[in-house]
């Protein structure tokens, strides 16, 4: 028999904290048309100064992008300035560049922090820099378990989600991904899980490689409708995001991972 349930559609489950909640990272990011000024330092400069107090260290970079064809690897993109700003112990960052804003933590605590600082960052983004339309807009969250837990994986998520790490053949399993994209009316979701050997990723930029091995649940829903820029409804959007992540991270995980991350069930 089929589940009814449906946790891209379904009423959302009431929250249920995670004292030693296994998330990594969390990051919303919106991409808007390229504003060339905002590689200048003058231009910088006002927005800096705006989110000094809460995030007082900025560093200049680079990226470093190369195009693929074909061929293979050919001529590099040019580098694009990224702006990055952290706070002190670096555990949450802002970074601005001529096409995106993102703001990130690797120390979530609740919704409503994070939601807060990404008002904050709205806010100041649209005073300094100004975007007319938004491209993209996503939100997305990286849990990661390791150490012994990765053993008791088949009671801690559930079956569909375990896959074949629930199984005999588990034993000699070392790397294995399911990747899923689902639409959800104008958005999508992109959901990766599974089990990664030590010093292995599968986004440098997000998920870090770590000595053991270790499973990871990442769950990335987006739109890409283009819409005007405003800080209210970008907002409303994101935070309808970081619900429905919610939901299927908790129709993924099973009572007992609650438990086991401090939760209260």
Not at 148 to 175: M, N
Not at 208 to 217: A, D, K, R, T, Y
């Amino acid at each position: 028999m089929i589940e009814a349930l449906d946790p891209l559609t379904a009423p959302l489950p009431p929250e249920v904290p995670l004292s030693k909640a296994p998330l990594v990272r969390v990051i919303c990011q919106l991409r808007f048309p390229l504003i060339v000024a905002v590689e200048q330092r003058d231009t910088i400069a006002p927005f800096q100064e705006a989110i000094r107090g809460t995030y007082p260290v900025l560093r200049q970079e680079r990226t470093q992008a190369v195009l693929l064809g074909p061929t293979g690897i050919g001529q590099a993109a040019p580098n694009q300035i990224v702006w990055r700003f952290h706070d002190i112990d670096a555990a949450w960052r802002v970074s601005l560049a001529p096409d995106f804003l993102a703001l990130e933590t690797t120390r979530y605590t609740s919704r409503s922090e994070f939601l807060d600082r990404l008002r904050q960052v709205l806010v100041v983004l649209g005073e300094h820099v100004q975007p007319k339309l938004i491209d993209r807009l996503g939100v997305r969250y990286i849990d990661r378990i390791a150490g012994s837990d990765v053993l008791e994986l088949p009671r801690l998520v559930r079956p569909e989600v375990c896959g074949i790490a629930g199984t005999a053949a588990a034993t000699h399993l070392q790397h294995s991904i399911t990747e899923s994209m689902f639409v959800i009316d104008r958005e999508q979701m992109l959901a990766r899980w599974g089990k990664l050997p030590p010093q292995a990723t599968i986004d440098p930029a997000a998920i870090e490689p770590i000595n053991e091995p270790s499973w990871i649940l990442d769950l990335d829903m987006f739109g890409t409708e283009r819409v005007v820029f405003d800080v209210d409804r970008v907002l409303a959007a994101a935070t309808g995001y970081c619900e429905r992540i919610y939901g299927v991270f908790r129709w993924a995980v099973t009572d007992e991972f609650l438990r086991r991350f401090g939760g209260n069930v």
